[in-house]
């Protein structure tokens, strides 16, 4: 248990992604079977025990320590597990706290799983006398089913790729086919056995991407063009009635969001592999595709309402199909994919799925007005696809280009700054910015952290510092003085600031030393090119 | 009882010696536990404390006028005998035990119970009036085996070789004690220290703490500092300071380590739970050890052990002085 712990609190510890995987990896390598695999199902999510609830360890420690030395523990200590892991009494001829070593992590979820409601508080609390505070808050946080050490699946499946020097996409194909502890991954990991067959599994294939369009004008001839929509890619996952009919959702990187959009998940029973846009139906839009902020609202959730389904309705607007039942469509070239994926779209429910129109232009000076003309809040810019890409996974030069909206500026004022993370934590690299309303009074419109050069960087950390006005913790405000113009892709109402805007993506375009900080932009101007 | 001494938000004041205790303010008399900021200030007429606190409070403060207090000593001021006794928490800290009208008061100061290579080991002294400070006064703090976390110290710093590990540590006690650790444990590699530790570790070494091979880490390439441990103040950490080092694994030596969202707060990797203040269980052992029938908590998480004194049956109340939260002193 006591590596197991350890590697907890490391992930906690370790602010580093590459940190994080190292970590994983060198556990991967060194725990003994089942205790790795297990730990690698609770580390992907896919180990759910519930085998007490957290009133039940309430319960627990309220019979072992004073109540109110425990209340005034967890108000200190916030976390409940944590207090109970720190507060839990030592037996009485053990002055040294110690992990003793006589649990394994496979050992700990085979009691857990086997025990019965009833008996559960005695075997957890039997457990607790064998290990230290690491390993005891290990064993609530699993016995409780709320494992989170802020990694994600995707994250945990690249370091147990690492580990064994396996391509985490392969990981991926065969990840579904298998179930925890994982032997056949890890035989398969360390060459004792081939590779388990994914076949009928609903895993996730590697997304093609984008660079941006760096030339003046493609050829329309060569290229086809169609809208960029602001919302979450995703790729759809369905084995059809065949293999159980079993549908997934993956976002770019690979992580499952399936439980945070049942509603697209449950609409989909097909068999194929489909690439396109999430999106949420805004009232305002009259159902249209709404900005990116009404989906933030759905984004995250591993639990889903009614109410959350009902107020932001989602749907998937198609770009791609990849996957049709047994067909592999992947090495054909987009045009014969995009003519089979328009046929697909009858089957669908047109309440969940759309397709992503191509646009029709005559020539690139046309499509150049049509983007500059473009005002809708979901739209980010357009695609350039090469009518004869193949799908490839990652970035692959002159296939597919992207070609982002203008980004719209305004010249703002420094209001606050705050220290930045990882490289950047020495450094004041946070910005909030604000702009003027009618009255004088100068609101909040945003908060940018990139941008600038390092050079600027170190500029404005200075300027952080020698203007600072008061701190409240790791913030500083700053004398009104310095302009900054701000690049952002659209604003929106928001209900959350006092200004009653959000922009979205803003970042630094210039420090602009030159312009007195009553020139800045008012509110009012800003509220004009809200989409 | 004992109404010759009398707690104030500025200090414990000795009537009959007209002299204060640790007071926040400066004052005409003081006498002084130790060196820490919270309880040593500057400006005070005349200052009774061990050589040790002297030195070090005339390195901060440049204190001229002052009384070197021998551990054990028995002086008299007004009809009190006032003797001072090691606390164990930092060089040259004590316990102020104050006998009058055949009542016995001891003020803690800060102490801890632990071994600590660097200065005398804590005394229980039975009393009538028990003056104890409580930091750690919460049942979740619990310091491990100082032993242990010196090993992950240890542990860290040789699984990277190419990186360094930054150790924020408190510059009076807890940076000299962590190098005493270390060179107890077998690591004589040279020493990298912030530029603010320097004038403590050299007062130290001038009153026999040998802390082996010390270099200032100020205008050292990053290179010659990959593998080595360097020493910084806790509000170095994070600043540009660190930097300048090579790859750094933040760790933290202090008490405060033992929960998570504090270790986080300070964006540490590798918290080390070492403190140069009583736990939880020493507080409460120390209390029950001395017997007092009246026990006095001075500063920190006072409502806990109020609490416990309560329902131990030890009469106890809290005073509220000022100024004495420094939480880097942990
Ligand atoms: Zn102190
Ligand atoms: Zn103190």
Sequence with gaps: ?531 | MAHWIEPHPTGIYVRPADAWIDPSQPQERALVTHGHADHARGGHGHVWATRETLAIMALRYGTASGTAVGYGEEIRLGGVTIRYVPAGHVLGSAQIILDHAGERVVVTGDYKRRPDPTCLPFEPVPCDIFVTEATFGLPVFHHPDTGSEMDRLLHALHANPDRCVLVGAYALGKAQRVICELRARGHHDPIYIHGALERMCALYADFGVDMGKLRGATGVPAKEMRGAIVLAPPSALNDRWSRRLPDPIAAMASGWMRVRQRARQRNVELPLVISDHADWDELTDTIREVAPSETWITHGREEALLHWCMTHQYRARALALVGREDEEDG
């Design chain 1, 1 to 531: 248990m006591r590596a197991f712990s350890q590697l907890l609190d490391g992930l906690v510890y370790t602010r580093s992604r590459n940190g994080k995987l190292a970590l994983i990896a060198a556990y991967m390598r060194a725990a003994p079977d089942p205790d790795r695999g297990w730990a690698l199902a609770a580390l992907t999510g896919n180990l759910d025990l519930k085998a007490v609830k957290a009133s039940v360890i309430g319960e627990m420690i309220r019979a072992r320590v004073d109540p109110v030395l425990f209340e005034m523990s967890r108000d200190y200590v916030g976390d409940l597990a944590e207090t109970v892991a720190l507060l839990w009494p030592r037996a009485h001829d053990e002055p040294a706290e110690l992990d003793d070593g006589s649990l394994s992590l496979s050992g700990v979820i085979d009691r857990l799983h086997n025990v019965s409601r009833a008996a559960a508080p005695d075997a957890l609390a039997q457990m607790m006398d064998h290990l230290d505070a690491s390993g005891r808050f290990a064993l609530l946080k699993l016995a409780t089913g709320g494992l989170r050490v802020g990694i994600s699946a995707r994250l945990a499946k690249t370091g147990f790729a690492q580990a064994f020097g396996l391509d985490v996409d392969d990981v991926e194909q065969v990840w579904h086919a298998l179930a925890p502890p994982y032997a056949a991954l890890f035989d398969w990991a360390e060459g004792r056995s081939p590779r388990p067959d994914p076949e009928g599994t609903p895993y996730f294939r590697p997304f093609m991407l984008a660079h941006p369009l760096e030339a003046d004008s493609v050829d329309l001839a060569d290229y086809a063009a169609e809208w960029k929509w602001d919302g979450i890619r995703i790729q759809i996952v369905g084995t059809g009635p065949k293999h159980g009919g079993e549908t997934r959702l993956y976002s770019r990187g690979g992580d499952d969001i399936t439980g945070s959009f049942p509603e697209i998940a449950q609409a989909f029973t097909g068999h194929a592999v489909l690439d396109g846009e999430l999106l949420v139906k805004g009232e305002f839009q009259g159902g249209e595709a709404a900005s990116f902020n009404a989906l933030q609202q759905r984004l995250g959730r591993k639990a889903v309402s009614a109410k959350m389904m009902a107020d932001y309705p989602a749907f998937v607007r198609l770009y791609d199909l990849l996957i049709e039942g047994d067909d592999d469509l992947r090495a054909l070239p987009w045009e014969q994919r995009r003519t089979r994926l328009e046929a697909y779209m009858a089957q669908l429910s047109p309440d969940r799925f759309d397709l992503s129109a191509v646009i029709d232009a005559p020539d690139f000076e046309a499509l150049a007005d049509i983007r500059a003309g473009a005002r809708d809040a979901a739209i980010e810019g357009i695609m350039l696809k090469r009518r004869d890409s193949p799908y490839v996974a990652g970035r692959k030069a002159a296939l597919w280009y992207k070609w982002k909206r203008d980004p719209l500026t305004a010249d703002c004022v420094m209001m606050y700054a705050q220290r930045g993370h990882g490289k950047r934590s020495s450094f004041y690299s946070d910005y909030t910015f604000g702009c003027w309303t009618a009255d004088g009074e100068l609101l909040p419109v945003g908060k940018a952290y990139s941008g600038f050069t390092d050079e600027e960087l170190k500029w404005l950390d200075r300027f952080v510092r020698q203007n600072t006005v008061a701190r409240f913790g790791p913030v500083r405000e700053v004398e009104k003085t310095l302009v900054l113009e701000v690049a952002f892709d659209s604003i929106h109402d928001s209900k959350r600031h006092k200004s009653g805007l959000a922009m979205r993506f803003p970042r630094i375009a210039r420090i602009r030393k030159d312009k007195p900080a009553a020139e800045a932009d008012r509110i009012e101007g800003l509220k004009r090119l809200v989409s």
